[in-house]
């Protein structure tokens, strides 16, 4: 199906557990991008990417880690999961950034709930 | 600090009432104003978006204002549904220098339609 998706949707782990959540869309979108969101906060970004092999830190990056080999996917890694980082992740992608409008509209993913006990 | 604040926080009204919300922000030099409505467990969906020499915009019952002189936005929903209710998120793009950019998210106005 076209668009972007995320997986898994829920996913619980333990503190210091490494965790991969995935994003994979269909538009061949040149930005990726990752945010969290708790309550209490705006929508965070903590990494995104240009285009495959460029990544850039957002404004909360610490304790994640990105790759991007591919255009379409950009999964987002936690090498040891803390209790803080408990949140909503969300995926999105455009087909620009910096350029006018509409090419700078971002497409959301439908999240991931991930509890760290 | 570029900040975008909404108010309010959260609002309850009756199906078929009309709603205002109200996004302010600090954010320099604009680039453009987004607003996102986004459902419950469900990520935010673009309603509208408004550019720096824009002054109202519509999309079916949602209609978006913008100041730019004073930098305050709205959105007005019109004969609510019980459809409407979510989170709507203001989002404004600015120039952090050159030709990068960058986006400042509000917290969001929690909207529940009552039958």
């Known amino acids: 199906d076209a668009g972007i998706t995320q997986s898994p949707r829920y996913k619980i782990t333990e503190t210091g557990r490494q965790v991969t959540l995935m994003c994979h869309q269909t538009?061949?979108?040149?930005?990726m991008f990752w945010y969290r969101q708790d309550l209490g906060h705006g929508l965070r970004l903590i990494y995104y990417?240009?285009?495959?092999?460029?990544?850039d830190k957002g404004e909360v990056p610490d304790g994640y880690v990105v790759s991007r080999s591919k255009t379409e996917n950009f999964p987002l890694t936690l090498e040891s999961a803390t209790r803080s980082q408990t949140s909503v992740y969300f995926c999105?992608?455009?087909?620009?950034?910096?350029?006018?409008?509409?090419?700078?509209?971002?497409?959301f993913g439908p999240g991931t709930r991930l509890t760290v006990l | 600090k570029n900040q975008v604040e909404q108010s309010p926080q959260s609002l309850i009204i009756l199906e078929g009432k009309n709603c205002t919300l109200q996004c302010n922000y600090t954010v320099s030099p604009f680039s453009n104003l987004r607003w996102y409505k986004q459902d419950t467990g469900r990520g935010p969906v673009s309603l509208t978006i408004m550019t720096f020499s824009e002054n109202t915009k519509s999309n079916g019952r949602y209609t978006a204002t913008l100041d730019a002189d004073t930098k305050q936005s709205s959105l007005h929903i019109t004969a609510s549904q019980l459809s409407d209710s979510a989170s709507y998120i203001c989002?404004?793009?600015?120039?952090?220098?050159?030709?990068?950019?960058?986006?400042?998210f509000g917290k969001g106005t929690l909207l529940t339609v009552n039958p």
């Open positions: 990417s240009a285009a495959a092999d460029i990544t």
């Open positions: 989002v404004v793009r600015f120039n952090s220098g050159g030709s990068n950019y960058k986006l400042t």
């Open positions: 999105a992608s455009s087909e620009g950034f910096a350029g006018p409008f509409p090419y700078n509209e971002q497409f």
């Open positions: 538009w061949s979108h040149s930005y």
